[in-house]
Structures are given as C-alpha cells and as structure tokens.
C-alpha cells in the first residue's frame, strides 16, 4: 500500500498563488509516477501534472506556464506550485502515486480562488 497525504490547499485571490504537497509513504519503492488531478464541482477529474521517476513532465494546457511540479525524491514528496491562478482553478486537488499495477490517491485537499 501507498499513502498519500496533501496539504497546501485554501483560499487565495485571482492572481495569487498557492503551493501544494503531498507526502507518499508505505510501499513506496518502484512508484513510477506521481502527480496532481483535480475535480471541480460538477465535473470530471482532469490530469493537472504528472512527473515520472525519470523526471519527466506533463501538464495539462490549462495549467502550462503558471503551475509547476517537481519531487523530492529523498524525502518522497510531490510538489505543485501554483503561480497565476485563475477562478476556474478552484476544485478539489488530488495527489496521485502509481506504482503497477495500482494507482493509488490521496484525500484530496481544496483550492479556492476568488474572482
């Protein structure tokens, strides 16, 4: 089992920013990607930032040149740092560790941003 725990979430104004963590912890060895979802109200998750174990990024275009993700993996935890933000970033953040075959989550943590 992997455990995720998030934090970082609040409420910030438009053109704020914000920095989320999440530490992984249990069977941690050979996870191969880590990243950030989200799910506003009413919608589906979407991928926000994923980075693998070779240090490869992926972001989703909504979210290209203001969010960035990075880990560390001495201390097995996953940052994303919000710069920029816009109201329609506002949803539940969500921590995600996949290690095959099992893709585990985090309890999610809120992000708020007020027009």
């Known amino acids: 089992q992997v455990h995720l725990v998030e934090s970082g979430g609040g409420l910030v104004q438009a053109g704020g920013s914000l920095r989320l963590s999440c530490a992984a912890s249990g069977i941690i060895f050979s996870i191969n990607r880590m990243g950030w979802y989200r799910q506003a109200p009413g919608k589906q998750r979407e991928l926000v930032a994923t980075?693998?174990?070779?240090?490869?990024?992926n972001y989703a275009d909504s979210v290209k040149g203001r969010f960035t993700i990075s880990r560390d993996y001495a201390k097995n935890i996953v940052y994303l740092q919000m710069d920029s933000l816009k109201f329609e970033d506002t949803a539940v953040y969500y921590c995600?560790?996949?290690?095959?075959?099992?893709?585990?989550w985090g309890q999610g943590t809120q992000v708020t941003v007020s027009s």
């Open positions: 995600n560790a996949v290690r095959p075959p099992s893709s585990y």
């Open positions: 980075i693998t174990s070779a240090g490869s990024i």
